[in-house]
């Protein structure tokens, strides 16, 4: 049956039991009071027929558990699927020498078709571990098609074709989990991996690589989390893993199941949480393959027609009012949390799948009633907030992000106020401010007021992740911030023994500045994609046709970071220590839980001088001090600051160990005067070199 569809749109449901608290956070959201409680009657009555019909979703979200391929109690397979547009589904593989009809499947009702295969004369499986196996689809037309399992857990490229194949995983020991999921930290500093490209060979890297090689320095760098890319079976390498063909299967150019869990395991040694990149927002347009076209219809997974294709990604958008499609996905995100022990996910494509246009030529200005007119499209929204509530309630640890450009309301409050329960958004206007500025401005002509309106321009009581730079800016056609910065003087005058050109030395100076800045005032969370940290030269480019299938842009150079003769390691030494000082003062921190509703420590910004370049703030107790100014330094510059006392400098842009210029003297004992300044009790004189940011913390807090 299909859900949530035909509802009148000014019917109005039963209130969210909190919404009173959502309204409290921002009253400009009382007047779409109506279509509010509309959304949330929709999920309520989806959630309500699993409730009555499938046992609740504790249950419903098992699917992996019946459909599939599972080896029974007697030492058979038994093998089910949902294909209700095909005619006679069969299973072909190396058990039955690939004969395309000798083993069919009974049909069920409801679209579902099933098989059952008994072991062996010897007692044992009928399919060897890691032996390959298809379906063959009958369509209306009479076609034998052959097809992927939507539920494979393990699929690998054919060596003659190179398509992929469903591979039985069945291996005699399975892998025992050592370490429990560790505790929540009170801040989320998040570092964005892809394994592939994990090492800095020209070759694709694997679980294994990354487990030990990779993990240690995350710890080393003050990370917290680690955020994993293409895990999800992709065919095409360079779609960097977003257009996905198996969805439960790990992708396999990285290694087999077993070595993914050990990577997670690692990380849960070491007290780092791991998210999982899913997308769930569209699904490759491969039919052999992927999931289109699975039942030789165009429909099945996707919605049939115009609506089932996403033009900009030529992809295919799931049909989310659909029973089974509901199942398949909910159960997905059960999957990754049970089988691999994931402690979250990153929602990918988030504001494609809020709007019927996808977000495509759709510039969001704020207005309110942007959000919660027809563009919407609500089937979306029941799903993603069904899926929140699900994994909160099952997982209560487990963290939820949202890639999400428009802005949205309430996308990152609890469920129960009418919200759609997302934990964080990412702040994605951020990169593509720096971006700009340095693309377009003059140094001199950095507009300080229009920085921090975009570090702080986020909704109140809904917690960001804010970066400097992720992996979308360092694709090709554009470039990391630091070659924006440097450029092609990175090639040759990186070196120590090398004169400090004035490039490099603003470089080096702006990358720390901009990302300290960014850490410290553009969310309540932070995120660095893998390399960045040490400000990693040049682009992102996959091997493709385009590029000879080279692998020389889809590598991290550790090399650069590890030699001591380079000046990478100060971009890399400053990165670490900005995140241990956030460990110890916690300007990111929750109040409370880190998935409590309850706001964030807001900063609070006391200066912004457009002439001077100077920008001003407190946050957890810390003073952020920001000289953006290329080449005018201030002597006693008074600042304000709430709390009186004695401050001293906590972490300096400047310090030689950072590859500055060592005009900060950190024996300074930084006594605040009861002189009120920018409307705040007390304040303090400090020497602010040109571009420069420092914090001061009191000293007691040391």
Same mark, same amino acid.
């Given at each position: 049956?299909?859900?949530?569809?035909?509802?009148?749109?000014?019917?109005?449901?039963?209130?969210?039991?909190?919404?009173?608290?959502?309204?409290?956070?921002?009253?400009?959201?009382?007047?779409?009071?109506?279509?509010?409680?509309?959304?949330?009657?929709?999920?309520?009555?989806?959630?309500?027929?699993?409730?009555?019909?499938?046992?609740?979703?504790?249950?419903?979200?098992?699917?992996?558990?019946?459909?599939?391929?599972?080896?029974?109690?007697?030492?058979?397979? #038994?093998?089910?699927?949902?294909?209700?547009?095909?005619?006679?589904?069969?299973?072909?593989?190396?058990?039955?020498?690939?004969?395309?009809?000798?083993?069919?499947?009974?049909?069920?009702?409801?679209?579902?078709?099933?098989?059952?295969?008994?072991?062996?004369?010897?007692?044992?499986?009928?399919?060897?571990?890691?032996?390959?196996?298809?379906?063959?689809?009958?369509?209306?037309?009479?076609?034998?098609?052959?097809?992927?399992?939507?539920?494979?857990?393990?699929?690998?490229?054919?060596?003659?074709?190179?398509?992929?194949?469903?591979?039985?995983?069945?291996?005699?020991?399975?892998?025992?989990?050592?370490?429990?999921?560790?505790?929540?930290?009170?801040?989320?500093?998040?570092?964005?991996?892809?394994? %592939?490209?994990?090492?800095?060979?020209?070759?694709?890297?694997?679980?294994?690589?990354?487990?030990?090689?990779?993990?240690?320095?995350?710890?080393?760098?003050?990370?917290?989390?680690?955020?994993?890319?293409?895990?999800?079976?992709?065919?095409?390498?360079?779609?960097?893993?977003?257009?996905?063909?198996?969805?439960?299967?790990?992708?396999?150019?990285?290694?087999?199941?077993?070595?993914?869990?050990?990577?997670?395991?690692?990380?849960?040694?070491? %007290?780092?949480?791991?998210?999982?990149? #899913?997308?769930?927002?569209?699904?490759?347009?491969?039919?052999?393959?992927? $999931?289109?076209?699975?039942?030789?219809?165009?429909?099945?997974?996707?919605?049939?027609?115009?609506? %089932?294709?996403?033009?900009?990604?030529?992809?295919?958008?799931?049909?989310?009012?659909?029973?089974?499609?509901?199942?398949?996905?909910?159960?997905?995100?059960?999957?990754?949390?049970?089988?691999?022990?994931?402690?979250?996910?990153?929602?990918?494509?988030?504001?494609?799948?809020?709007?019927?246009?996808?977000?495509?030529?759709?510039?969001?200005?704020?207005?309110?009633?942007?959000?919660?007119?027809?563009?919407?499209?609500?089937? &979306? #929204?029941?799903?993603?907030?069904?899926?929140?509530?699900?994994?909160?309630?099952?997982?209560?640890?487990?963290?939820?992000?949202?890639?999400?450009?428009?802005?949205?309301?309430?996308?990152?409050?609890?469920?129960?106020?009418?919200?759609?329960?997302?934990?964080?958004? $990412?702040?994605?206007?951020?990169?593509?401010?720096?971006?700009?500025?340095?693309?377009?401005?003059?140094?001199?002509?950095?507009?300080?007021?229009?920085?921090?309106?975009?570090?702080?321009?986020?909704?109140?009581?809904?917690?960001?992740?804010?970066?400097?730079?992720?992996?979308?800016?360092?694709?090709?056609?554009?470039?990391?911030?630091?070659?924006?910065?440097?450029?092609?003087?990175?090639?040759?005058?990186?070196?120590?023994?090398?004169?400090?050109?004035?490039?490099?030395?603003?470089? $080096?100076? $702006?990358?720390?500045?901009?990302?300290?800045?960014?850490?410290?005032?553009?969310?309540?969370?932070?995120?660095?994609?893998?390399?960045?940290?040490?400000?990693?030269?040049?682009?992102?480019?996959?091997?493709?046709? %385009?590029?000879?299938?080279?692998?020389?842009?889809?590598?991290?150079?550790?090399?650069?970071?590890?030699?001591?003769?380079?000046?990478?390691?100060?971009?890399?030494?400053?990165?670490?220590?900005?995140?241990?000082?956030?460990?110890?003062?916690?300007?990111?921190?929750?109040?409370?839980?880190?998935?409590?509703?309850?706001?964030?420590?807001?900063?609070?910004?006391?200066?912004?001088?457009?002439?001077?370049?100077?920008?001003?703030?407190?946050?957890?107790?810390?003073?952020?001090?920001?000289?953006?100014?290329?080449?005018? &330094?201030?002597?006693?510059?008074?600042?304000?600051?709430?709390?009186?006392?004695?401050?001293?400098?906590?972490?300096?842009?400047?310090?030689?160990?950072?590859?500055?210029?060592?005009?900060?003297?950190?024996?300074?004992?930084?006594?605040?005067?009861?002189?009120?300044?920018?409307?705040?009790?007390?304040?303090?004189?400090?020497?602010?070199?040109?571009?420069?940011?420092?914090?001061?913390?009191?000293?007691?807090?040391?």
């Amino acid at each position: 049956p299909n859900m949530a569809t035909d509802m009148d749109v000014d019917e109005v449901g039963p209130s969210p039991p909190d919404i009173q608290r959502l309204y409290d956070l921002d009253p400009y959201l009382k007047p779409f009071d109506k279509e509010i409680k509309r959304r949330y009657k929709c999920y309520l009555e989806v959630l309500d027929h699993i409730n009555q019909h499938e046992g609740g979703l504790e249950k419903f979200s098992r699917g992996y558990e019946y459909f599939g391929i599972h080896v029974t109690e007697e030492g058979g397979v #038994v093998m089910r699927e949902w294909a209700p547009g095909a005619e006679a589904l069969y299973l072909m593989g190396d058990f039955n020498g690939w004969n395309k009809t000798s083993h069919p499947f009974t049909k069920l009702p409801f679209g579902k078709w099933e098989l059952v295969l008994p072991p062996k004369h010897d007692g044992s499986c009928p399919l060897d571990h890691t032996s390959k196996y298809k379906i063959v689809v009958k369509d209306k037309k009479g076609h034998l098609l052959e097809r992927i399992c939507p539920w494979a857990r393990y699929v690998i490229p054919s060596k003659e074709t190179k398509i992929y194949e469903a591979t039985f995983w069945n291996p005699s020991e399975k892998y025992v989990f050592r370490h429990p999921r560790p505790e929540l930290p009170r801040s989320l500093r998040i570092y964005e991996s892809h394994v %592939g490209i994990s090492s800095w060979e020209g070759k694709v890297a694997d679980y294994k690589h990354f487990a030990h090689n990779v993990i240690p320095r995350i710890k080393k760098q003050g990370y917290n989390c680690i955020q994993l890319m293409a895990i999800m079976e992709h065919a095409y390498y360079a779609s960097f893993g977003y257009q996905v063909t198996s969805f439960y299967a790990a992708s396999s150019r990285y290694g087999h199941p077993d070595d993914l869990k050990l990577l997670i395991d690692m990380a849960h040694r070491e %007290g780092l949480l791991v998210f999982l990149d #899913v997308v769930h927002s569209h699904a490759s347009k491969n039919v052999l393959d992927g $999931l289109n076209e699975f039942d030789g219809t165009n429909a099945c997974f996707f919605h049939q027609g115009g609506r %089932g294709n996403h033009d900009l990604w030529d992809s295919r958008c799931f049909d989310y009012t659909n029973w089974e499609v509901l199942r398949f996905l909910l159960s997905n995100l059960r999957w990754w949390m049970e089988e691999y022990q994931f402690d979250g996910f990153r929602f990918d494509g988030v504001t494609s799948m809020l709007y019927h246009s996808h977000g495509i030529a759709h510039g969001f200005s704020g207005d309110l009633g942007e959000y919660f007119g027809l563009p919407t499209d609500t089937e &979306s #929204v029941t799903y993603l907030t069904l899926a929140n509530h699900m994994v909160h309630e099952l997982y209560p640890n487990c963290i939820t992000v949202a890639e999400e450009v428009s802005g949205m309301p309430a996308l990152c409050r609890p469920v129960s106020e009418g919200g759609n329960g997302f934990d964080f958004r $990412l702040g994605m206007a951020i990169p593509d401010k720096w971006i700009k500025i340095l693309k377009e401005l003059k140094d001199e002509d950095w507009n300080v007021g229009d920085i921090v309106h975009t570090l702080i321009n986020r909704r109140h009581g809904e917690k960001t992740i804010a970066y400097a730079e992720s992996h979308d800016q360092a694709l090709v056609g554009d470039k990391t911030l630091a070659f924006w910065l440097m450029d092609a003087e990175m090639y040759t005058n990186m070196s120590c023994v090398s004169e400090m050109t004035v490039t490099i030395d603003r470089g $080096l100076a $702006l990358h720390k500045m901009i990302r300290l800045i960014t850490h410290g005032l553009g969310g309540e969370g932070w995120l660095n994609f893998i390399g960045n940290e040490f400000g990693h030269p040049e682009w992102l480019d996959f091997p493709r046709i %385009g590029n000879n299938d080279s692998y020389h842009y889809a590598r991290r150079q550790w090399n650069l970071v590890d030699d001591d003769l380079l000046r990478y390691k100060f971009l890399n030494n400053f990165d670490r220590d900005m995140n241990l000082t956030e460990n110890h003062f916690g300007w990111l921190a929750a109040k409370q839980k880190l998935t409590s509703p309850e706001p964030f420590l807001q900063a609070y910004v006391s200066c912004k001088h457009e002439g001077d370049k100077v920008v001003v703030f407190e946050r957890g107790g810390c003073v952020f001090v920001f000289n953006f100014h290329p080449h005018q &330094s201030y002597t006693d510059y008074r600042i304000g600051c709430d709390l009186p006392g004695k401050y001293k400098i906590v972490l300096d842009t400047d310090d030689p160990a950072y590859g500055g210029h060592s005009r900060l003297d950190h024996s300074t004992d930084f006594f605040t005067a009861p002189i009120e300044h920018d409307k705040r009790a007390n304040s303090v004189q400090v020497y602010m070199p040109a571009r420069v940011g420092f914090i001061l913390a009191k000293k007691e807090d040391n």
